[in-house]
């Protein structure tokens, strides 16, 4: 069983590189669209995809598929495609709709290298310039299309319909100050789906795995544990 981490909006696989570090044979691709100057995918649907076939063209089998913000939506289509990879879910700071104020498509479009420093700010309970301006900087270089393209694909997302149909373990993470996806966003899968874990992860936001990686790899592999056979 091996991890594979799916970025957020506006971001780059970097954003794992803590979980890169704990756990071998991980994975953390860029997602399409973020790295190669080419236009990406603008639907959760077509993002899944792209990792569907990655996972196919490079045979990779039994994985535990974790997303972020964004990836969380794309980890959560693939679960409930029935993928046969894919042998459990992680969300980390991601829900089953992910609706987006129209305040920051109006930011995004009108001023986006201020949006992203707003957005960057809010990525964190603890907002340092460090971790902001690492974040703006991934912004930037993603860029102003995809990056709106990637927060409406998440406006679009609303697996509510068909959380029944999920048939693998789930473990939603959440940060306690997450102002993006609060921890209400987890409680819902525990509060609705059979056998589904919600983890609030203290003094928090919504880059958990950044901000509080100890806590985050411990959580994780916790989850794994409880997959293993016995």
Known sequence: MRFVFLHGSGCTGDVFAAQLAAFQNALAPTLPGHADGR????TVAAFADAVDAELREREIA????CGNSLGGAIA?????RNVAAVRAVVLIGSGVRLRVAPAIFERLESDFPAAARELAAMFFARPSPELVDASVATMLRVGQTQTTRDFRACDAFDASERIADLRVPLLALTGDRDVLTPPKFAQWFADRVPGAQARILADAGHFAMIERPEETNAALRAFEE???PR
């Open 39 to 42: 236009e990406g995918p603008d």
């Open 62 to 65: 039994e994985v535990v598929v």
């Open 76 to 80: 959560l289509e693939l679960a409930l």
């Open 226 to 228: 409880r997959l293993l």
